[in-house]
């Protein structure tokens, strides 16, 4: 019998406007889709990144266009992806950031509660599958 590999499927939810999310300090980029659990977002890459951080324990801080920031929320970086340019001579590339959320305070998890209502879309078209 052969082994399968069996995929939780992760809901999340596209934000609404512009919103940010900063990770420890070196990784900035707006994010794609989250819900309770973690988020996913984009950054600009540079040459002079390191290699991969998977699984590394930091904080990630929260930013919205309206002003809402939520600071030092407690995460793993679960998956990152690093997008190739189509020009060789480029040394900016994209990446791609998946991180779940830790334990967090009940202040944060209320702001994470109260951002989720009110900056996102919770419309069954608006959902994104992120695996």
Do not use: W
Not at 108 to 122: G, H, V
């Amino acid at each position: 019998m052969e082994n399968q590999t069996v995929r939780k499927e992760v809901i999340r939810f596209q934000t609404r406007g512009a919103a940010f999310a900063a990770l420890y300090g070196s990784k900035v980029g707006r994010i794609i889709s989250m819900n309770r659990d973690g988020l996913c977002f984009r950054y600009l890459r540079d040459a002079s990144h390191g290699e991969d951080d998977t699984r590394k324990k930091c904080t990630v801080s929260i930013f919205h266009q309206d002003g809402f920031t939520l600071h030092d929320v407690p995460c793993s970086i679960v998956k990152e992806h690093f997008l190739l340019s189509e020009y060789s001579f480029n040394l900016m590339t994209m990446g791609k950031c998946e991180i779940q959320f830790n334990e967090m305070t009940v202040e944060q998890e209320a702001d994470l509660d109260y951002f989720i209502t009110k900056f996102t879309s919770n419309d069954a078209e608006s959902r994104t599958n992120e695996r």
